[in-house]
């Protein structure tokens, strides 16, 4: 560890990498057994050895994964991958963040989510992101996050909107000059062809999040007719190009059962995705449908199907919010990460409209002291059932809470709905699955006591 705190040791650690890319089917246990011996952190020991005993077994999901990975994606974007995401982002990013929070006494996440623009081509049902106004942060206010993310630990960028890819000039740039991060972005697909598959192969650290809702009649049901239909070619698209890509579905009360079948999960791995993020609908916004959210059975069953799908199919997925066990409750307000709307307005979390502090007028650091982030520091976790770590589904009351003493202003300035009737919205719902939710809880936590 001392050896890799040195520009020597960086360097010698990645060309490994480089090298155990290049004959992967027999690298993988050199390469699990060397992370096995420099890692320092006893939770990094675990997850390890837990990856050991799944890569062991060449008839487990997950060495087909793994070797689905590294012999089908581009060389450059493999490289870049291992680099980029494993290296930079994580082992050496992570110690310098723990290390800026302990001198800062504040959070400094893995990730910042930014939305270069709030303009899309589509007008899908329910968006997040349709109460805001049409704005974009220049080039020269992306790049300057990126480069003061750098200074804290920060080598992974997302990117979301609005649809991003209208600013993909812009993000190619950025990833071009920032060629030692990783980023990701959400898109609807419909700006993908040929020619940009190219730059992707080239640049070879950026991959993309594709949202799709289900199959054709589910997805267009939202997102309007013929979003399917874009998001199978664009994803023909990438994998014939060996681009990382996956698939981002938010699941609700009428399409949850069919995203979670695996009909859906086997077309996905068909397609080439190598990762899902499943995320449940939120109601914000100006005439936000509380119907629409998912019923606290299905919530439920998503819990512990996402679990199945994990054990048995070449393909990791995860859940936003029912993966709380395993992050330790929200990973907002810069636990693990935090978001930047496209008017600068630095929020806790992409479905946390509130904010204190605008990026154009501040640095990352102060952004990550400000008022509303201290009080989701102070916070977290918001329940001791990590079943329900959201402060706005699950803990409506803390939210309201939070936004009056940190004196919060909307950043929906196209809605004049308060936070104290957001979170009265919403409490029913959150009543409803907090019974549910502890039942899960202490259902869990007798089994681990009993084996």
Known sequence: MNLAKTRIGEIALKEAVK????????????????????????QDKKYVKSVKRYLDDKESNWYKYAYKLFTEVHPNVKEKIGINYFLNATFFGIPIQLENEKKYNCNIPWAILIDPTSACNLKCKGCWAGEYNTWNLSYEELDKIITQGKELGIYMYIFSGGEPLIRKKDIVRLCEKHDDCAFLSFTNGTLVDEEFAKDLQRIGNFSLAFSVEGFKNETDFRRGEGSFDAVMKAMDILKKAGIIFGFSTCYHRYNTEAVASKEYIDLMIEKGCRFGWYF?????????????????????????????????????????WN????????????????HINANGDCEPCAFIHYSNVNIKDHTLLEVLQSPLFMAYRRNIPFNHNHLRPCPLLDNPQILKTMVHDS?????????????????????????????????????????????
């Open 19 to 42: 090298y155990m890319l290049k004959d992967p089917e027999n690298n993988i246990p050199k390469l699990i057994n060397w992370a096995d011996k420099i890692c320092i952190r006893e």
């Open 407 to 451: 004196q919060a202003y909307s950043t929906q300035v196209l809605d004049d709905e308060t936070v104290d009737e957001l979170a009265a919205k919403i409490e029913p719902k959150a009543i409803k699955w907090a019974q549910v939710a502890e039942s899960l809880w202490q259902e869990k936590h007798e089994k681990a006591q009993n084996s």
């Open 280 to 320: 449940t609908y939120v109601p914000v916004g100006r005439d936000s449908d509380t119907d629409f959210m998912a019923t606290p059975q299905q919530r439920a069953f998503m819990y512990k199907r996402i679990n199945e799908i994990r054990a048995t199919e070449p393909i990791f997925v995860l859940d936003f």
């Open 323 to 338: 993966d709380g066990e395993f992050s330790g409750g929200c990973i907002a307000g810069g636990k693990r990460y935090f």
